[in-house]
């Protein structure tokens, strides 16, 4: 009996990683190879990274030394390394490391079939060339055909803002939009499979179609998105605030399938480190998109990214990143400690801010957004929510969905409630999710004398 050919992905970083590694996933099965999560069992094991943050960078490494031991004993093991450290190194990492494999770049998802046939015949490849027309989003096939209950669906890559911390421009490309009639397509054939929710993504995505002629902006193809039969509920990310148009707010405030939440990354809130970053935006008109969001759409969730630690970010700027926590009162945040990535803008300036200091002031940080974030939650106590529900807990003991603002909530009720939205009403909050209980559940319990 021939012995199924296993895989093995393990994945670094962003969503747009998350998602390249679905797709890898789905490419690979068209030749003969299955998912698996055992690392021991695989025959082939492709880490797809990311230099955007350090430590990401550091875990492959260490990743790498953890897989080498798996090829002792002269098993058979194809070693792959995708994504961005790979789009960086390219070459050099198969120079430094004599057991790896493959190295495919960002814009070479398509040719991985052929690039592991060949290495089953024991060759040595890198592919990292860039692709800087449309086609690259269409060069590989996006429709896996799992179903599901939320998806994730590309509709741009790339970036053009060269923020001056930022890799993403150098590892990623250029910015590309791909054609919305593709994106519709895809998006109706998930909703056709029972899939209700999805969430546009791209690196910059609501630069979406900008540069593309006889495309829609990224506000119309939203709307072309929530119109698709099925489809209950659309989110994106990542949003850029200086993208943030008129028409995008107002389909905050006109279509109820858009969620009610945005992650809109400030990641400093002082005009001068703001100015340094180039992020093209200042602290007052990140403030007035908020507040127009908010108007547009009352209650609605918001999330970012936040940055400590910039060259030359003072005592005072922290402060006013602080107080800009407080003004926009964020869901969540992701923060980081500033590193160097070379190549970048930022890279010209002394990274002077202490790493004591990029600590101390990354744990007060924390410290306070962990009290924004459970005054958030216990806000939602007492208030019924609708709850798309996506599946069974770890624990395996509830159902679990998340709400248009994207909170997490916990509830006992029959699986036949997943994939629908159902009303739930939330009875305690915690850190990081809300619990509840559905309606049914609240009458038998009140029928039952126990409410
Ligand atoms: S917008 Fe800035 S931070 Fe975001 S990917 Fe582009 S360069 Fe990087």
Do not use: W
């Amino acid at each position: 009996m021939i012995r199924e050919k296993l895989l093995y992905v393990e994945t670094f970083g962003c969503q747009m990683n998350v998602s390249d590694s679905e797709k890898i996933v789905a490419l690979l099965s068209k030749v003969g190879y299955h998912p698996t999560q055992d690392s021991s069992r695989a025959d082939l094991i492709i880490l797809n990274t990311c230099s955007v943050r350090e430590k990401p960078e550091k875990k492959v490494y260490s990743s790498l030394g953890r897989f080498k031991g798996l090829k002792k004993g002269g098993r058979r093991l194809i070693l792959a390394v995708g994504g961005c450290v790979a789009q960086q190194e390219g070459e050099r990492l198969l120079e430094n490391i004599p057991y790896l494999d493959i190295v495919f770049g960002t814009h070479n998802l398509h040719l991985l079939p052929d690039m592991v046939r060949r290495a089953e015949e024991g060759a040595r490849l890198a592919e990292t060339g860039f692709i800087d027309s449309e086609e690259r989003l269409d060069l590989f096939p996006v429709e896996d055909g799992a179903g599901g209950v939320s998806r994730f669906v590309t509709v741009m890559q790339g970036c053009d803002n060269f923020c001056s911390y930022c890799i993403v421009p150098y590892v990623r490309g250029r910015e590309i939009s791909r054609r919305s009639a593709e994106i519709i397509r895809e998006i109706t054939e998930m909703a056709e499979r029972g899939v209700r929710e999805v969430t546009l993504l791209g690196q910059n995505v609501n630069s979406y179609g900008l540069k593309s002629s006889g495309e829609p902006d990224f506000a119309g193809l939203l709307r072309q998105v929530a119109d698709i039969p099925g489809i209950e509920r659309v989110r994106f990310t990542t949003s850029h605030p200086k993208d943030i148009s008129p028409p995008l707010i107002a389909c905050f405030a006109e279509n109820v399938k858009v969620c009610g939440h945005i992650h809109l990354p400030a990641q400093s809130g002082s005009e001068a480190v703001l100015a340094r970053m180039n992020r093209g935006y200042g602290r007052k008109e990140y403030l007035e998109k908020i507040a127009a969001l908010k108007a547009a759409r009352p209650g609605i969730q918001i999330t970012g990214d936040m940055i400590v630690g910039f060259p030359g970010e003072g005592e005072a700027d922290f402060q006013d990143t602080l107080s800009l926590m407080e003004e926009v009162g964020y869901a969540d945040l992701f923060s980081f400690k500033y590193s160097v990535r070379s190549g970048t803008g930022a890279a010209g300036y002394p990274d002077d801010v202490a790493g004591a200091v990029k600590q101390e002031r990354l744990s007060r940080l924390q410290e306070l957004q962990r009290k924004i974030t459970l005054e958030g939650n216990r806000s939602f106590v007492g208030t019924i929510q609708e709850v798309l529900v996506e599946g069974v807990n770890r624990r395996g003991d509830q159902l679990f969905g998340r709400t248009s603002g994207n909170r997490v909530v916990n509830f006992s009720g029959p699986p036949s409630l997943i994939g629908s939205i159902t009303e739930v009403a939330i009875t305690r909050a915690f850190q990081n999710s809300l619990l509840g209980e559905t309606r049914t559940s609240r009458q038998l319990a009140a029928a039952s004398g126990i409410l």
